[in-house]
């Protein structure tokens, strides 16, 4: 089977590399041309453990090419961002409305589209109808009729950031079809690699399913990030609390942090909050509350510097180091990163302050060039003031090192009982 798979980022490019690794002649496209050349010579431009090896294999056996430009395939993929805009949260489109614009010239029949972006409701059929509009010459696939030129599915990927390779696999896939035909051939796509289980639904119940995955997990740290605040106000140590709350035996509380990030858990709520506003409220106040974490940081930070002050230091000479900028431990993502938001915004606060520490990038995002140094671990923790934002393993022995700098702990790395 020939596939073309439509965006070669954390998801596309694993994805392209697990159906080429299992014998499938994948092309991957990306508007990107420094992203391609790179996987054209065996290397990736993403951090993910195990998948370089494995692009390299497949690349130098010629299962796996990339390009900017799509061509003719059996079955194409659309792995492409779906942020959010605006004030209501609503979806931004844009990129999946360019990819299947781009691929519906190469369209023929007897081929698959299968939408993987995280979607509102009713993207699926959106997309459709856009290819419909360029390419009249054929029947896609539609609700209540098996009889089509080209199939249609919308199927989610549910993987984790430093573990896509095994989770690709291994995980149960939900497989979303406008009509029962186009369910059949997208099982047929994802049987290629996949040994999970293939659940098979129609679009709108595959679209909502996502959406309701991260929610439920957005609810749940929204309860663990508002027991910090209140933890905070009463002077009890949150990460104790939670600790002996969980051996209830039917509790188990996630752990604080700064916020929410990722392309995931922090957008996809929104997207059932835009479309049924007056029926998603506890989904909504879970955002906002994790959407408010941040603020509470900086707000612990503003006490830390205040505290140096009181003690007779001038507030342009204390020093703040932020490390990690990711969104999670042990990745390079930023996207939708609080704490890549707390430390610009701390910059702009103490200008000429802050420090950072990620050792999982080499160069800085531009929101913070020229406006934040990126500096080893080593040479950050001479700040007076350090505020760990992500529980890298490169940070964990750091407390034992400093234990004469104010410490800010969002994470509860430094701070959970031992």
């Not at 104790?240 to 709350?245: G, Q």
């Not at 700064?258 to 998603?280: E, M, N, Q, R």
Request: charged share 25%.
């Amino acid at each position: 089977m020939n596939i073309s798979v439509f965006g070669l980022g954390y998801i596309g490019l694993p994805t392209a590399t697990m159906f080429a690794a299992h014998g499938a002649h994948v092309i991957g496209v990306d508007i990107k041309k420094d992203a391609v050349d790179t996987i054209n010579h065996g290397h990736i431009h993403i951090v993910e453990p195990g998948l370089e090896e494995v692009v390299k294999n497949v690349v130098d056996n010629g299962h796996l090419r990339a390009t900017v430009t799509p061509e003719k395939a059996d079955a194409f993929l659309i792995a492409v961002p779906t942020p959010f805009m605006g004030d209501n949260h609503e979806a931004d489109l844009s990129y999946i409305k360019a990819a299947a614009t781009a691929i519906a010239p190469v369209l023929e029949k007897g081929n698959i589209v299968i939408l993987e972006s995280t979607s509102p409701v009713g993207a699926t059929e959106t997309m459709v109808g856009w290819l419909k509009e360029i390419r009249p010459d054929l029947v896609f696939a539609s609700e209540g009729s098996e009889e089509c030129d080209i199939y249609v599915a919308y199927c989610p990927e549910r993987v984790l950031p430093g573990k896509v390779m095994h989770e690709l696999i291994e995980n149960d896939r939900i497989i979303g079809g406008i009509n029962k035909a186009s369910a059949e051939r997208a099982r047929e796509v994802y049987h290629i690699f996949v040994k999970g289980e293939l659940l098979m639904t129609n679009a709108r119940t595959a679209e909502m399913s996502k959406l309701t995955e991260n929610a439920f997990r957005d609810v749940n740290i929204a309860f663990a990030n508002e027991l910090s605040l209140i933890c905070d106000r009463l002077n009890i140590n949150v990460w104790e609390l939670i600790e002996l709350a969980n051996h209830h035996p039917r509790v188990n509380i996630l752990q604080p942090g700064p916020g929410v990030g990722g392309h995931c858990i922090a957008v996809d709520p929104w997207f059932i909050v835009s479309k049924t506003p007056d029926l998603a409220r506890l989904v909504n106040t879970a955002r906002l509350i994790n959407d408010g974490k941040p603020e509470w940081v900086k707000g612990k930070v503003r006490e830390a510097v205040l505290s140096l002050v009181k003690k007779g230091r001038d507030v342009k000479e204390i020093r703040i180091a932020c490390l990690g900028l990711a969104f999670k431990p042990d990745i390079d993502d930023l996207r939708e990163s609080p704490a890549l938001h707390i430390t610009r915004d701390l910059a702009k606060e103490f200008p000429g302050q802050i420090v950072a520490v990620e050792p999982n990038i080499h160069e800085l995002p531009n929101s913070l060039k020229g406006i934040v140094p990126l500096m080893t671990l080593k040479d950050a923790l001479q700040a007076d003031i350090i505020v760990l934002l992500v529980a890298h393993k490169e940070f964990r022995s750091v407390y034992l090192e400093r234990k004469d700098a104010l410490i800010v702990d969002t994470t509860g790395q430094w701070s959970t009982v031992k």
